[in-house]
């Protein structure tokens, strides 16, 4: 059985706006030499979640994957570890698109190689802090429920 999730409170879907279909990428990268994951906080609304974005086009997950962690954090050098099989759903209001979201969510994670970072663009940073998160934190400061879900899925096949 395929997990789905739907917005609760703020998230839940709003009857006034439109449903828009996304395959998306959520990206859980470890740091290449501590306990820590990439994640990026929103500035506007403040949520802390993995790198995250839409496949683009004819694009594989993993091209997405690589394209949206550096853009959104500037981190080039990586590698991917695994693109988790199992694809699930997300059903949401999207307030910083003003629309409701039914998202298929595909699952990589990789690590870094090196700590090397390039410039982000002035839209990027205007959207989102890059930050660091404990290993042992996860958990608790990640603000979506389908990201905490990834990170228990990549949890079980990492150990």
């Known amino acids: 059985m395929t997990k789905e999730f739907f917005g609760t409170g703020d998230s839940a879907i ?8 996304r395959n998306v990428v959520i990206v859980l990268v470890k740091h290449s030499t501590e306990k820590k994951c990439l994640c990026v906080k929103n500035r506007k609304f403040g949520w802390v979640n993995f790198v995250m974005g839409g496949i683009e086009g004819d694009e594989t997950v ?4 690589e394209r ?11 590698e ?14 999207a307030a910083h698109k003003d629309v409701n979201r039914h998202i298929t969510c595909h699952i990589v994670y990789g690590k870094l190689k090196s700590l090397n970072q390039i410039e982000r663009s002035e839209e990027e940073i205007e ?3 890059v930050l660091w998160v404990k290993n042992s ?6 603000s979506v429920d389908a990201h905490k ?3 228990e899925q990549v949890l079980k096949v990492d150990n």
Do not use: H, S
């Open 14 to 21: 709003r009857p006034d706006k439109p449903m828009t279909d």
């Open 62 to 65: 993993l091209e997405a994957a």
């Open 68 to 78: 949206e962690v550096v853009e959104e954090t500037g981190y080039d050098d990586f």
């Open 80 to 93: 991917y570890i695994k693109e988790l099989p199992e694809v699930f759903y997300d059903n949401f209001y």
């Open 127 to 129: 959207i989102a802090d």
């Open 137 to 142: 934190e996860l958990a608790q400061k990640l």
């Open 149 to 151: 879900y990834a990170l």
